[in-house]
């Protein structure tokens, strides 16, 4: 099983990109999946989840209003929109993925299966 995650890249103050998720392997229509971001030197913190049950979406204080996530069951595809980025959102953005992940633990780094990252960069 993999999550192929895709989408970064360079991109200036103020502008958007989205990344993707695309697992491999089995159908992740009913686990709940998550976008985790690393910058140089910090631990991994927690962007963002979609629920496997309902779709219901978690978002970090500090992109929520930005960043959207949200899923394609049809394409078993998960999607990070990034508006507005700034320079600290510069980090590797890791998917996530976990059957067993509830409302109390989304934030939590300790899913099952973990994309290989892809990297934003914001320039200033």
């Known amino acids: 099983v993999q999550l192929q995650a895709s989408g970064g890249g360079l991109v200036q103050a103020g502008g958007s990109l989205r990344l993707s998720c695309a697992p491999s392997?089995?159908?992740?229509?009913?686990?709940?999946m998550a976008w985790f971001r690393q910058a140089p030197g910090k631990e991994r913190e927690f962007v963002a989840a979609v629920s496997g049950v309902n779709s219901a979406t978690y978002y970090s204080e500090s992109v929520k209003g930005r960043f959207t996530i949200s899923r394609d069951n049809a394409k078993n595809t998960v999607y990070l929109q990034m508006n507005s980025l700034n320079a600290e959102d510069t980090a590797v953005y890791f998917c996530?993925?976990?059957?067993?992940?509830?409302?109390?633990?989304?934030?939590?780094?300790?899913?099952?299966?973990w994309g290989q990252g892809t990297l934003v960069t914001v320039s200033s």
């Open positions: 392997g089995r159908t992740f229509n009913n686990y709940a």
């Open positions: 996530a993925a976990d059957i067993r992940k509830s409302l109390s633990d989304y934030d939590l780094p300790d899913y099952d299966y």
